[in-house]
């Protein structure tokens, strides 16, 4: 049989304003080169010819490619990706479509959506026969999705034990396969000068207990926009962020190392087993991110923050086939998606 073919998808270009976690310093900036592309007959836009790299080495285009490629899938396994997209009615006139069809994910995490009603899209309906959204209370905010070729056996909205439900919708889905648990999430920021860290505190002494009740039954599988630069590698500038910056405190950052790590003493009638952050484990040194600020030119002096990650129980890493950030997928959103493939069936 021939080889499969690379999925592609051609798009238009766009860029807007946005806002989340903003950098005190700067680095050097890229330079960029631009042509005029004529995408259609009624408009011309912006696109890049060259792309230029910041220090770290990722792209610093600022709206998506006019062609998106993806090597083919790996064999016997299922593609997961996540992707913040800072609303999708923005997103979705930014090139949402050309990445969803060239990536073809096999499962398709949706974080900030801000859709107030389950959204009716011909090209999501069709890709995807199994859709759960979960909708904040508040008007066009937060949201979750998880988009699935894969019908789970439960579906679940809800993070058990936590004192305040309303504040948990649109934050969290969780599916059942036979195998396995996909977690998806969109974490409590802690808000600009920390004012939201003790409803952060509330929601990660319960999802740590919850996630972990989980990994007592199946594996999980945890994906999102996590809200967390773990360590000093995960965002560009750490010292002048530290303690002062939400995802880079003292408090959140040791929520998270808890989480992988297991508790200090834990109770052997509870589980404690150990999960990983795939991306780190598989790129111990790199400085790669997934988010950066529409302002300042954050995209362009490469300052940014690794907020999205996949982590995983530790029994089941060795069936991941691939993890990487899609740099390029920029400018829909001011996220990158990130993608994992793991070994077939969940």
């Not at 770290?56 to 899938?73: D, E």
């Not at 949706?110 to 209370?137: C, G, M, Q």
Request: aromatic fraction near 8%.
């Amino acid at each position: 049989m021939p080889p499969k073919r690379a999925a592609s998808s051609k798009r238009k270009a766009d860029a807007s304003e946005s806002e989340d976690h903003e950098e005190g310093a700067s680095s050097k900036a890229g330079t960029k080169k631009t042509k005029k592309a004529k995408v259609d007959s009624k408009q011309t836009v912006e696109t890049s010819s060259v792309p230029s790299v910041a220090a770290n080495g990722q792209p610093t285009n600022k709206v998506l490619p006019v062609t998106i490629t993806f090597p083919p899938k790996t064999s016997d396994s299922v593609r997961i990706a996540s992707w913040n997209i800072c609303g999708l009615a923005a997103s979705q006139k930014k090139g949402f479509k050309y990445y969803v069809e060239a990536e073809d994910p096999d499962i398709l995490i949706l974080t900030e959506t801000k859709v107030n009603d389950e959204p009716v899209d011909p090209a999501l309906t069709t890709r995807f026969p199994h859709r759960y959204w979960s909708i904040s209370s508040k008007k066009t905010y937060s949201g979750t999705a998880v988009l699935s070729k894969v019908k789970p056996l439960n579906v679940d909205k809800t993070l058990p034990g936590h004192p305040d439900p309303e504040s948990v919708k649109g934050r969290i889905i969780t599916l059942e396969f036979e195998g396995c648990y996909v977690v998806a999430t969109y974490v409590v920021n802690a808000g600009q000068g920390l004012k939201t860290m003790d409803a952060k505190k509330t929601w990660n002494k319960h999802f740590d207990a919850y996630i972990r009740e989980l990994d007592t039954k199946k594996p999980v599988i945890w994906g999102g926009d996590l809200n967390v630069a773990p360590t000093a590698l995960d965002l560009a500038n750490p010292k002048p962020n530290w303690n002062k910056t939400p995802g880079y405190t003292e408090e959140e950052t040791s929520a998270y190392a808890r989480i992988l790590n297991g508790p200090s003493h834990p109770d052997p009638s509870e589980g404690a087993n150990k999960f990983v952050d795939v991306w780190r484990q598989r790129n111990p040194e790199l400085r790669h991110y997934t988010y950066w600020g529409y302002r300042f030119n954050a995209r362009q002096k490469g300052i940014g923050w690794r907020l999205d990650m996949f982590v995983l129980s530790e029994r089941i890493v060795d069936r991941v086939k691939m993890c990487e950030i899609r740099s390029d997928i920029y400018g829909a959103s001011d996220h990158c998606p990130l993608v994992l493939e793991v070994q077939a069936p969940l």
